[in-house]
């Protein structure tokens, strides 16, 4: 928690908020469904619903019992509006029934894929639940294509469960961090299997963009207060917003990649942060991998493939997997794809150059390693270096600093694409996933020029 940000001690807890009450990202907050909204401080930190709905207002609290939740809508002078969408991850109900699908969180690239609430056993479409319904009505009017449409659409604040030691015990449950307000970027229907059972369902997934006042890295919630006066216009409850949430009122979703929370300094990461967090299920998904692998490692080049082809199209790009080079002479290049990019109307191909290397998890890729990929880069052309190790923290830097076109697929990101291309492929079956490389790997290699993959 921000503790330097945030008076505990605030003078004014019992009358109308007429300073900053700022939340910041990654603050820590208490979240107690009976808690008084009197209370600014909840066992020595910030009280949720004290910060969402100080008593002084007289209005209901907003709630986090469900994962998508929302308050009454206030009829305002221009219309009837949503003052907000509260949406709460719960990462240690990943993978279960309540929450058959993981959440994927990039708050330093101002990221987050979010899923829906429809489960395995909700009958009908997915917009039949109450979170969802809510979701695809604020997804109308996030790609609103008038600035009246995005004034009165409803910002999504972020939170996550997180577990809080104190008095040396682990507690679960009871509080949440604010990972800060999101624009609905993307919304797409999708098909999710349940893990337990093997049956597949239909739901919805978003890709939101996190914002955050940059002064700040947060947000005013004057300016939900603001949301939730009735007798003020959506415009005129803009008085108090994050700066980058204004710009996009003006101008729309062009100004999305201008205004996503970046943090620069993340941009470099250390071993462990790339590596599953030890003793982690997905630690035991990359301990498999690289035993699978080791002695006949070939194979892991097309597992790398499909990684690759898994975590770029992730982030909306249109890709087609081409082949693998022959294993002899391959000049630093192992496999090849093709990126489409524009519109389906208005696009051009790209050629994208992969190497994969199945290593220790405890081992490092050293420039020299990146180095042969960049060195066999065109104008124009991307690479993807896929491993189950990581990467060193120098070869990071030459990237950065060189400005090369290179996407680093480190061993933590490896095991969570494997984890989830096992879910929806193979039924969970990690075994049957990586036999399947070993089925397929002759049939994928081939003798062609990379430039050649355009023409597919």
Known sequence: MNDDHVDLQWPNAGALPDEPRQVFVHDELRYAQGASQDDVELDGLVNYHWLTSPAAFGRPKVMLEAGINSPAKVAGPDGVRRALIAIRSSPWKAGHETNPWHDEFDLDHGHVRYFGDHKPTTVGLPGATTGNRLLLEAAQLHAGTTRQDRALAPPLLVFRSITVHRDGRAHVKGHVEFCGA???ERLEHVVQRDPDTGRSFPN???DLAIVADPAIDGIDMRWIDDRRDETLSAEAALRHAPS??????RQGRVAIPGIRRRVLASTVKTASEQQPPPGSQLAAVLEKVYTFYDGRKHAFELLASRVASE??????ARYK????SRSSGDGGVDFIGRI???SLSASTPVVVLGQAKCILPSSSISPEQVARVVARLRRGWIGV???TGSFSKQAQIEIIDDQYPVVLVSGGTLAETVHRMAQSSHGGDLDALLESTLDQYAGAVTHRRPEEVLSM
């Open 311 to 316: 975590v770029l199209r992730e982030s909306g």
């Open 340 to 342: 489409d990019m524009g």
């Open 385 to 387: 270096y896929v491993t």
């Open 182 to 184: 999101a624009i609905i």
């Open 244 to 249: 980058p949430w204004q710009r996009w009122v």
């Open 321 to 324: 997997e081409g082949w693998l």
């Open 204 to 206: 919805i997934a978003l």
